[in-house]
């Protein structure tokens, strides 16, 4: 028992505090996640591009610059998918992630000649950069890069609208848009309608000049030149030197009491042709009629004008050509189309609507006629005007469903006509018999020239030269009335006497000698006569007072 007293009796101590061993894995963990977070705070931003060519860009050197200032780097390219297209990888600088959202762009700047001018030539020494335009939206990482610089950037202020147009004309991206001959906006592209008619226009304008569009707002062409031929001359027109090589549009808003549309995000505006296209009187009635031609109708073009006394009243909508084998003729109709609006009835008493005036003008005589509207080119245009008492010649097609108009030939069509039926005259004229009549004609005349001549014919003449002679010498002894008379008596002989001479003169004639000496006396007698009449003239009183010498004479 007392060998077993000596043993101590074991006591039991428990830690309060956990062993050193845990120590390691502790430390081991905090570093390992100081370590990843340092990692992840330190991870550039990284997205990837997508471009169709990599032309000018080279991996590690091709910068990504905002504003002019480098925000990262081009590290790698490879081909996408299908080897369509290249796909850029890029790092950007620390704090550069905001950059990247959904409605960023990015497009390569390289130099460019373009409507706005020539553009990126500081990449001639540096090389191709790549420029972005941040925009809002989710965070992304995989953008589609742009193949053209754009027009505007998400800084730019302004409102998008869109025009409509028959057709596109000169009008391209970047083309100017002016108001009052200011530069407001530009043309950013364009697509065809679906329709397949008309050209979608997609344009912007820049502050302050989008606060100016209203819902009444009116847009047209002003590309190339606006040539103007007027009573003062003619005017040429160009709203600039680049709207004249790359196409332009202007617009302007008229004031009006009515109330506009502000917003016009919706809206959809016309694009006129031209200025004077607005302002012409609009007239949305119209009436389509048919009017035939008979005669050659080269130079009648759809779209041509019609005029009433040199007053645009309609167009030419269609020109077409009809053969009729049972008579082997050939008929042209031609579609119309007229705004009777245009003609106003100035009744009073009995008011008439513009189609009843039309057809009261068609019983008066109202006829439509082609004309040239220019000797240059021979374009045609369809005149209207009246012409009383004119044939009033219908075809009365029951096949057409147009009403009809009707026409008379043209100025040249009528000259033409005119010569033809000359010709045929000259055509049906016996020629035969009037040769031979000429020839008895002059068989006649010959045998009377050639019939010897008496010497009282002769005889008769000499005492009639000397009969006037003598009332010559013995005028200022006589009476006016009286001299004058005798006179007229000796000019009617001597018309008689000339008339016998000539129709004996022959120069194979015996009395050829007396008859040339006839004649110089009836020359003598002639220059009395004229010098008996001046005198009469200057002085009616020398019968009475005798001649006086003028002043020349004296």
Do not use: C
């Amino acid at each position: 028992m007392s060998e077993q007293a000596d043993f101590d009796t074991p006591q039991v101590s428990r830690r309060t505090w956990p062993s050193i061993v845990w120590l390691v894995p502790l430390v081991t963990a905090l570093v390992g996640t100081w370590l990843m977070v340092r990692t992840l705070t330190e991870q550039v931003p990284v997205a990837t591009i997508q471009f169709q060519t990599a032309e000018g860009i080279e991996a590690g050197k091709t910068k990504i610059k905002y504003k002019s200032v480098e925000i990262g780097v081009v590290e790698d390219i490879a081909f996408a998918e299908g080897f369509s297209n290249v796909v850029l990888t890029a790092h950007f600088n620390d704090g550069m992630q905001d950059f990247l959202r959904r409605n960023t762009r990015f497009w390569v700047v390289r130099p460019q000649l373009s409507v706005r001018g020539v553009s990126g030539l500081g990449t001639l020494l540096s090389g191709a950069y790549i420029e972005i335009d941040p925009g809002p939206g989710a965070p992304q990482t995989h953008f589609v890069g742009l193949e053209e610089i754009p027009l505007i950037t998400t800084e730019d202020a302004g409102k998008k609208i869109t025009l409509i147009s028959n057709n596109l004309g000169s009008i391209g991206r970047g083309s100017p848009i002016y108001y009052q001959g200011i530069l407001a906006g530009e043309a950013l592209g364009y697509e065809l309608a679906g329709d397949a008619q008309s050209v979608y226009i997609y344009a912007f304008v820049r502050d302050p000049f989008d606060q100016l569009i209203r819902g009444n707002s009116r847009f047209w062409n002003v590309s190339g030149l606006d040539l103007s031929m007027g009573a003062d001359g003619i005017e040429v027109r160009t709203a600039s030197v680049q709207s004249l090589l790359f196409g332009g549009i202007a617009f302007d808003t008229p004031e009006t009491l009515e109330p506009t549309v502000a917003d016009v995000s919706d809206l959809v505006f016309t694009l006129h042709g031209s200025k004077a296209e607005i302002e012409e009187p609009a007239f949305t009635r119209k009436v389509q009629f048919v009017m035939y031609f008979t005669g050659s109708v080269r130079g009648l073009n759809p779209g041509a004008p019609l005029e009433f006394r040199g007053i645009r009243i309609g167009e030419v909508l269609d020109i077409r050509m009809e053969y009729h084998p049972e008579t082997t003729s050939f008929r042209i109709p031609v579609l119309v189309e007229i705004e009777p609006d245009r003609i106003i009835t100035r009744a009073a008493r009995d008011p008439q609507s513009p189609e009843q005036t039309l057809a009261t003008l068609v019983d008066k005589g109202l006829r439509g006629r082609l004309q040239t509207g220019n000797l240059l080119t021979g374009q045609l245009f369809i005149e209207f005007n009246m012409y009383p008492g004119s044939d009033l010649n219908l075809v009365a097609d029951a096949d057409m469903p147009h009403p009809e108009l009707p026409t008379i030939p043209g100025a040249f069509e009528a000259i033409s006509q005119s010569l033809n039926t000359l010709v045929e005259k000259i055509e049906n004229v016996d020629i035969e018999a009037l040769g031979n009549n000429i020839v008895g004609i002059l068989e006649g005349a010959n045998e009377l020239v050639n019939k010897d001549l008496n010497e009282a014919t002769v005889t008769d003449l000499q005492a009639s030269m000397r009969s006037l002679r003598g009332i010559l010498q013995n005028v200022e002894q006589s009476d006016m009335e009286t001299t004058i008379a005798a006179a007229r008596g000796a000019l009617e002989n001597l018309q008689t006497t000339l008339k016998l001479v000539n129709d004996a003169l022959e120069p194979d004639a015996p009395l050829q000698y007396n008859v040339i000496k006839v004649t110089g006396e009836l020359e003598e007698t002639a220059r009395a006569v004229r010098s008996l009449i001046e005198t009469l003239e200057r002085q009616p009183n020398s019968l009475i007072f005798g001649r006086q010498a003028t002043e020349d004479e004296q």
